[in-house]
């Protein structure tokens, strides 16, 4: 049986070749490759990958067209609900939705589910170049969309496929959201996301850039405009440590740092205008995607040593799989059990140092994780002259602000019903970070496909 | 795209720009500023709105020329267009009947002053303006401020217009000879605090405007972060306007400092490859 060949290991960048560009560390799957390790899937009768699936694409079926080098059958049953796959493909924790689900990582590895979906996603990009097929059903009706993000992008396209006139708005200059200030090109190239984009544009998406809905216009200003409006306007409020010295130059929020070097392209300073410091030693704090993003970004930004500071232990870092594994490659420095007390400052106000406290892990704390605890005379100073806090968003406030009625909880997220993404507001949904908090780009996903149906219905029927 | 219709050399290194951005131009509040961009490599600059012609679309943006991106500006034509203009941002400043307000206005600073005079005197106040500058080539909008005040100050550094000396002075006359009931400072951070220190003594309710570094001005980088208070706030979604009482300017001043290093081995480059480019065409 096929099943037993061993996982097809993607071919990659070298470490020493990789921290010295910014392209894409994955090189992808030749089409035999892909054909090889499709045929590792058993086609289960009862595909458990697909419940570990937050948008439940199609697994098997897409994997069995691969098998048979049927790349264009594959790419159809994944679009069907799956709107972005060559994101999702690179940016999805694999190993905690359909992959750990997968029958062969009992005794074995997963079938490569994610680099699968990215194979035939670029396939048809670079290779096929499929029409696209927008709906020759039109209707009257006006959807806005606020944000640009996963899940923004998501409602857009469904419905925009349904025939609903829908039009996108967007804070920033470039639509996107997450996919082009916050993740870098080396694991989203940014040319995918601009194609993602104009596709939707194809279908006939608008979007209004450089326009934050809230200040000049409420919400109740965008319904009194539109059939229907969703709001998917992400985790975009960094937060601090609250710790003294983080009002110093060269510490950054990791929005910041990001932002600075993938939307502004601060890497390719001073051809763009944006700068961003080039740190010799560099913290970061956290032990998530983002965390893991700033301090590879670092490395290549040409910096000497990079530590990425976490207080808790390997275990129970958040990040995926993956970026770890690519991270420790990298040479990016480990040190776990630590957590930050003051950051030092020169007479400059510029950073110099950080004081760290070593840490124990304790009792598991209410996230279920075990909680960490100070140990006591163990603390130390690190000389860095950059650190990048990468501990987590808050909900932007700005839209809640405009609208009293619409429900928050006390974190400020907008509360919406799990299954319709229906908020307090009649005609108003949404989904995303700005309702569960930072997650991931395909839970986001999720809640724009449930979003997007419940809103077809209400369009159709009116009842809410 | 955003389509420039005129930009001028006010002053030997201030310019002027109208450029349509209808949006803004319909909502835009005094105190309120855009992100611009100037092209696609260009950076995110927080520029204060001086003035609005909503029935044109158009805005009025006056800036200082001090580095690449302002320098870029500056060379831009009219027929032209910014990459970007996004807005209006930040709460607008409240603008009500206090009574006299002194509104103080330090260089580049008393750009987004005058749209705040303005809106204070068609609220019904008394409003007594101080503008301030290093010379006479720094001095912007002594005409229109004139216009829309009861009483005007005006002081350089080096006396080449008005009385030779600080803002602070014309202020403690004021202060000592009348009753204020609120000082908008926007200026230069040493402006700003000395006036911040001068009213507190006075027991003068102060408005600052701040001029943080931001990328997005959206309250998602939390560059623009200051000290307000016991509390970190941003610039961009919590003011640009804040108690000046409350403000730590060393910090804000500090902060302000990050990227002098790579602004001025940008503009230099700017500036060579601007000669080069001059050099090509025979200038």
Redo the contacts between chains.
Sequence with gaps: MASKAPRHKMPEQSPEERVKNFNEVPLGYSPEMAIAEAQRCLQCKKPLCVEGCPVNVSIPEFIKEVADGNFLKAIEIIKDTNSLPAVCGRVCPQENQCESKCLLGIKGEPVAIGKLEGFVADYEREVLHLPLVSSNKKTDKKVAVIGSGPAGLTVAGELAKLGYSVTVFEALHLAGGVLVYGIPEFRLPKKIVSYEIECLRQLGVEFVLNTVIGLSESLSDIKARYDAVFIGTGAGLPSFMNIPGEDLQGVYSANEYLTRVNLMKGYLFPEYDTPVIKGKRVAVFGGGNVAMDSARTAIRLGSKEVHLVYRRSLDEMPARKEEIHHAQEEGIIFDILTNPLRFIGDNSGRLCGVECIKMELGEPDESGRARPIPKRGSEFIMDIDVAIIAIGNGSNPILQKSAPDLQCNKWGNIIADKQSMKTSVEGVFAGGDIVTGAATVIEAMGAGRKAARSMAEYLETGKW | MYRIISNEIIKPSIGRMVVEAP?VA???KAGQFV?I?VDE????LPLTIADSTPEHGTITLIYQIVG??TAKLSSMKSGDCL???????GHPTEIKNYGTVVCAGGGIGIAPLFPIAKAMKASGNRVINILGARNSDLLILEEELRAVGDKIFICTDDGSRGEKGLITQPLTGILKEERVDLVVAVGPVPMMKAVSELTKEYNVKTFVSLNSIM??G??????C???VGDE?KFTC?DGPEFDGHLV?FE?LG??L???QK??T??FE?YKHKCKLEGAFNGK
Excluded: N, W
């Excluded at chain 2, 490599?41 to 995110?44: F, H, T």
């Excluded at chain 2, 990459?83 to 941002?89: H, I």
């Excluded at chain 2, 959206?218 to 560059?223: A, N």
């Design positions: 949006y319909e909502h835009r992100m961009m490599k260009g950076e995110r690449t991106t990459f970007a203009v996004a807005g209006p941002l990328i997005d959206t309250g998602m980088c939390g560059g972060r200051v000290i970190l979604v730590d910090s500090k902060r400092k990050t990227y790579e602004e081995e940008s480059q």
